[in-house]
């Protein structure tokens, strides 16, 4: 059974940072990509970020390019999604996910295979 347990979610003003993680069960982290989708009440989930398992490739959604960065702890088995110069649009909750299959260039067409519980990110103006 896959795990995955967020943590690091927060309240934060615009221009602030922070540090979202995410412990994966071992056979799935040397398995598959992981990544991060968000999603708002009412909107469709959108796909943040996600890494490959091979070579660890990441890719990004073009509105966090620059800003986010994800990495991974091998011997910890987690994946960090570090989020800076934060905007309100950013608010939503966070997952972690595994890749379905392989984790898509076009974050946004990666589709997930399992998530864990969410962490809420909120982004005050």
């Known amino acids: 059974q896959v795990q995955l347990v967020e943590s690091g979610g927060g309240l934060v003003q615009s221009g602030g940072s922070l540090r979202l993680s995410c412990v994966v069960s071992r056979s799935a982290f040397n398995r598959y990509g992981i990544g991060w989708f968000r999603q708002v009440p009412g909107k469709q989930r959108e796909g943040v970020s996600c890494?490959?398992?091979?070579?660890?490739?990441?890719y990004y959604l073009q509105s966090v390019e620059g800003r986010f960065t994800i990495s991974r702890d091998k011997p910890k088995n987690t994946v960090y999604l570090q989020m800076n110069s934060l905007k309100p649009e950013d608010t939503a909750t966070y997952y972690c996910?595994?890749?379905?299959?392989?984790?898509?260039?076009?974050?946004?067409?990666?589709?997930?295979?399992?998530w864990g519980q969410g962490t809420q990110v909120t982004v005050s103006s």
């Open positions: 890494i490959t398992s091979g070579e660890g490739l990441a």
């Open positions: 996910a595994t890749a379905h299959a392989v984790c898509d260039p076009i974050v946004a067409r990666t589709q997930w295979r399992d």
